[in-house]
DNA sequence: TCTATTTAAGACTTATTTGTCTTTAATATA
DNA sequence: TATATTAAAGACAAATAAGTCTTAAATAGA
C-alpha cells in the first residue's frame, strides 16, 4: 500500500476542508467531517491533530469550534500531508529496503527506483488541494464510496 | 512503503538466487539464502514457499535439497515476484482508497494515479532478474546492507 | 535400514497499525 | 456562573504484519 489509511483519511479530510472553503464557515466539526465521509470520528480526530501539528489545520475547541485548513486550498500540496502523516520514507528510502542506498552505495535497482519514486513525489508536489477540490466539483468525483464532492457539501 | 518486507526479503532472495544462477549448483539451501543476506531463516522460508507456490521457484527436500529459480533469471520479471507476494492491489486499487476507483467513478485523483502507478507497474515489468544481476555483478553493487553481489557469491 | 540434512506446515510470539472509549480542557452562550 | 459543545490527550482493544520456534515429511548417503 503506497499511503497508510491514517494518510488517505488525512488526504479525504483535507480535500473535504477544500471543497468546504468558501462556505462562509470558519470552523467545521470534526464529527461533521468524520460523518460526512464515514470514517471513525476518533480515529480522524486523532489523525487531524497530526494535521494542525504540522501546521496545515487549525482547530478551536467549545462551540462553534472545530478545524480549518491553515491556509487557502491553493497553497496547500498534497505532499504536504503526505508528509506530515506518513513522513518521507516514501520519497527517499530504498525499494529493497537497504540503509543508505543511494548513488554511492546503490542496490541494483537504485537508478530505476530513484526515477519512479521522484514520478510519485512530483505527483503529490505538483498537486494542491484547490486543483482537487475544484475538479471534484466540476467533474461530480467521489470523496467516499458513495457520495460525491457536491453530495457532502450539499447534505452538511 | 511501497512493498511489504516480505515482499522485500523475496527480491532480494531472488536476486541472490539469479546472481548464483550459472555455479554449477542445482538448489541452494534456504539457510545460505538466509546467512548471506542476514536474514531469519524460518521468515525466509515462508517467504520462498509462496514463491515457489506462484511457481516462481522450484524446492528439493533432503541432503543436497533446496531452492532454484524454475526459469532462467532472464524469464522472471521483478513484478511476478512483486504481486506473488504482495499481490496486485498497489497497481489496481485507489489511491485514496476508494472502493471501485477508476474511469467511471473516479476519485479526484484517479487521472493522476492512474498515470503514476503505470510507471510504477512498467518499472516492475520491464526488469528481469537478469538484468539487475548482471548489474549488480559489473557494478559491484549490494544485496545486504554491508555486501555487494561478488562478496555474495564468494563466500559461499 | 539408519542417520543427517533439508523443506513444509503450522502454532506461537512480538511489533505495528488501526480503531474505540473515557476523561480533561477550552469556550460560546444562556 | 452554569451548561452544552467541541478538540486534546491518552488508555485501551482489535487487526494485521513481522518474526520465532517446534514438529513432520522427504531424501541422500553411509
Known amino acids: 500500500m503506497l499511503l497508510s489509511k491514517a494518510c488517505i483519511y488525512g488526504?479525504?479530510?483535507?480535500?473535504?476542508?477544500?471543497?468546504m472553503h468558501k462556505q462562509n464557515r470558519q470552523f467545521v466539526p470534526i464529527r461533521e467531517v468524520s460523518d460526512s465521509l464515514d470514517l471513525s470520528f476518533h480515529f480522524l480526530t486523532k489523525i487531524l491533530?497530526?494535521?494542525?501539528?504540522?501546521?496545515?489545520?487549525?482547530?478551536?475547541?467549545?462551540?462553534?469550534g472545530g478545524i480549518a485548513l491553515s491556509?487557502?486550498?491553493?497553497?496547500i500540496m498534497l505532499i504536504e500531508i503526505v508528509t506530515a502523516i506518513d513522513g518521507d520514507a516514501l520519497f527517499?528510502?530504498?525499494?529493497?529496503?537497504?540503509?543508505g542506498c543511494g548513488h554511492k552505495k546503490a542496490c541494483p535497482l537504485h537508478d530505476?527506483?530513484?526515477?519512479?519514486?521522484?514520478?510519485?513525489?512530483?505527483?503529490?508536489?505538483?498537486?494542491?488541494?484547490?486543483?482537487l477540490a475544484s475538479k471534484g466539483?466540476?467533474?461530480?468525483?467521489?470523496?467516499?464510496?458513495?457520495l460525491t464532492m457536491?453530495?457532502?457539501?450539499?447534505?452538511v
Chains 1, 2 share one sequence.
Open 137 to 146: 466539483k466540476r467533474m461530480n468525483l467521489r470523496l467516499s464510496d458513495e
Open 11 to 19: 488526504m479525504r479530510a483535507s480535500l473535504f476542508m477544500a471543497a
Open 71 to 75: 491556509r487557502p486550498p491553493k497553497e
Open 92 to 99: 527517499t528510502e530504498c525499494v529493497l529496503g537497504l540503509p
Open 49 to 64: 491533530q497530526q494535521l494542525t501539528a504540522a501546521g496545515l489545520m487549525e482547530s478551536y475547541k467549545g462551540p462553534k
Open 150 to 155: 457536491e453530495d457532502l457539501i450539499k447534505s
Open 112 to 131: 530505476k527506483w530513484a526515477y519512479t519514486r521522484e514520478a510519485i513525489q512530483i505527483m503529490f508536489n505538483s498537486t494542491s488541494l484547490e486543483e
